[in-house]
T-cell receptor
């Protein structure tokens, strides 16, 4: 069974609008962390945002926010005021276990976002 | 922020030769390094986990004799693709976790083409 599910292979958004990229996860571990990364066509992986399972508030980083719904096991990424430079692949990932361990990340299949001018 | 430097960024090699890819942590000590392979428009596929001073742990289906991983120091991990063939052509990228594992620092990636 997939532990990280991104159900949107491709998304389109109009410049300056907000967009939500979906991510659901599955784990029985009470401690875990959730990540979002952006990968432009150049291939580099750009860290966007992190949410710990015990964090009380949703994580925010500039135009990025993570809509963390623990009971539903979802960790959707919200990008506000989309820019042309936001066009890229977006990956959701999960680390099982508490902060500080060196466990591998489990990756979703990604969502390709295209921002239209 | 922490930086992982990966070289080379692109390499073209002849079938049957070996290629070494290096990942260096520039301002922190990376006790663990993850090595990924990525095909076009696909997700990252973990190949192996290297830990400084010990043998790498390979994921199921990854040939350890073909993809040699060495983590000889806290700042350098290498992946050597031995006897490369065209099917080994891919994007390879390394990653070291932040000490709290609340972020993973990635190298720039290596695009390998075997002709």
């Amino acid at each position: 069974a997939q532990k990280i599910t991104q159900t949107q292979p491709g998304m389109f958004v109009q410049e300056k609008e907000a967009v939500t990229l979906d991510c659901t996860y599955d784990t029985s571990d009470p401690s875990y962390g959730l990540f979002w990364y952006k990968q432009p066509s150049s291939g580099e992986m750009i860290f966007l945002i992190y949410q710990g399972s015990y964090d009380q508030q949703n994580a925010t980083e500039g135009r990025y926010s993570l809509n963390f719904q623990k009971a539903r096991k979802s960790a959707n990424l919200v990008i506000s005021a989309s820019q042309l430079g936001d066009s890229a692949m977006y990956f959701c990932a999960m680390r099982e276990g508490p902060d500080g361990n060196n466990r591998k990340l489990i990756w979703g299949l990604g969502t390709s976002l295209a921002v239209n001018p | 922020g922490a930086v992982v430097s990966q070289h080379p960024s692109r390499v073209i090699c002849k079938s049957g030769t070996s290629v070494k890819i290096e990942c260096r942590s520039l301002d922190f000590q990376a006790t663990t390094m993850f090595w990924y392979r990525q095909f076009p428009k696909q997700s990252l596929m973990l190949m192996a986990t290297s830990n400084e001073g010990s043998k790498a742990t390979y994921e199921q289906g990854v040939e350890k004799d073909k993809f040699l991983i060495n983590h000889a120091s806290l700042t350098l991990s290498t992946l050597t693709v031995t006897s490369a063939h065209p099917e080994d052509s891919s994007f390879y990228i390394c990653s070291a976790p932040h000490y709290l594992n609340t972020e993973a620092f990635f190298g720039q990636g290596t695009r390998l083409t075997v002709v």
